[in-house]
């Protein structure tokens, strides 16, 4: 959920020299600022440093953060004749960092610790391809899904072929699973999710399995869906912070699951950090197939302190 990034000096230090995408794309430093919170921290896992919009920006898309915001894509998706612009293979090619930096970052940390990859779920990534940008609602397209759901099922299905192809690839290049965001799927009817999104992430699921890695899918507010989700051969759920853990235990009774404590609880004095923390275990029980984790990405203005005092309640 955001290991690295801009709440560490050190992350912030190294962006003041280089570009985001010069981060992802160059080896090197993907894999020293995926190591600044494991020297840090000691954290059992690591992550690839990478994004979920390199699938867009590879398809031709033209994706940009402008500084300190969220980002802009030169050409969203608003038309069918965009697709066929589209190109599987040549956005893999493209995309060859992604493996690169696994690849990397299996070196650095070794094989004591887990290494995560990971991707956009379909349905997260057409957000961002037919909106262009950031949103709260994602109304261009929840539009187009109602009002052009053929288009919208190609373009879910092309997205969901690289992503496995994506998935695959850091398999191969040495992570032991991945992680599947969903940020958006919280915005969809069950029936809507289990019509577009579920499609998408079964084949998606099936490929990586197939190269004999797990799966995690985090769905971010998406506690309405869970119960849909239980058909998808998921091998961890990863939950938002709003799902008690008890209910999405009894409904994944043999698969891990990972999380869920409030991101934002790590803006709160200690002892409410160290009281939230020793709640969220209680709930867990027996840790058998549990993870500890936040229930969204760790926000810039963390203080590295409150990670400090969060593991050392974990821990102890
Ligand atoms: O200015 C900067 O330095 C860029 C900030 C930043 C960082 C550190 C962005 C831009 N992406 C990342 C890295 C990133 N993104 C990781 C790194 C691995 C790690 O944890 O160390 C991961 C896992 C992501 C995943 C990601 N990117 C998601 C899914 C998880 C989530 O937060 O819900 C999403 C939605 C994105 C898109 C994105 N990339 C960056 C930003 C600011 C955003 C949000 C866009 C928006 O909706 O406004």
Redesign the pocket.
């Known amino acids: 959920?955001?290991?690295?990034?801009?709440y560490m000096p050190a992350y912030r230090a190294l962006?003041q020299k280089h570009g985001?995408w010069d981060v992802c794309k160059n080896p090197e430093l993907s894999t020293e600022v995926?190591m600044q919170p494991i020297r840090r921290f000691d954290f059992d896992a690591s992550?690839v440093?990478?994004?979920?919009?390199v699938v867009p920006d590879a398809l031709g898309l033209g994706v940009t953060?402008a500084k300190g915001e969220?980002?802009v894509f030169s050409h969203p998706l608003r038309e069918a004749s965009t697709l066929d612009t589209w190109n599987a293979e040549a956005a893999m090619e493209k995309l060859v960092f992604v493996p690169n930096a696994v690849h990397a970052l299996r070196e650095a940390i070794g094989t004591e610790r887990a290494l995560l990859g990971?991707a956009?779920a379909p349905w997260?990534l057409f957000c961002y391809c037919v909106e262009g940008q950031?949103s709260d609602d994602f109304r261009r397209a929840r539009v187009m899904l109602h009002a052009q759901p053929e288009l919208a099922t190609r373009a879910l299905s092309m997205l969901a072929d690289i992503t496995a192809r994506l998935l695959v690839a850091q398999v191969h290049a040495g992570a032991d699973a991945v992680q599947i965001?969903d940020?958006w799927g919280g915005l969809l009817s069950p029936f809507e999710y289990e019509r577009f999104a579920i499609p998408a992430l079964k084949s998606i699921c099936d490929k990586v399995q197939a190269a004999h890695g797990k799966v995690i899918l985090f769905v971010?507010a998406g506690h309405h869906l869970l119960p849909h989700l239980e058909t998808l051969p998921v091998d961890g759920v990863s939950l938002d912070w709003r799902t008690p853990w008890k209910s999405a235990r009894s409904l994944f009774p043999t698969r891990a699951l990972q999380g869920n404590l409030d991101p934002l609880m790590l803006l709160a004095p200690d002892a409410e950090i160290r009281a939230a923390t020793k709640r969220l275990l209680g709930e867990m029980g027996d840790f058998k197939r549990s993870i500890f984790n936040l229930g969204?990405?760790i926000v810039p203005e963390t203080p590295e302190h409150a990670v400090d005092v969060l593991l050392k309640a974990i821990r102890s």
Do not use: E, N
């Open positions: 959920m955001r290991q690295a990034g801009r962006r985001f995926a992550i440093f990478s994004d979920i919009l953060f969220g980002p990971f956009g997260t950031g965001f940020t971010r969204h990405g």
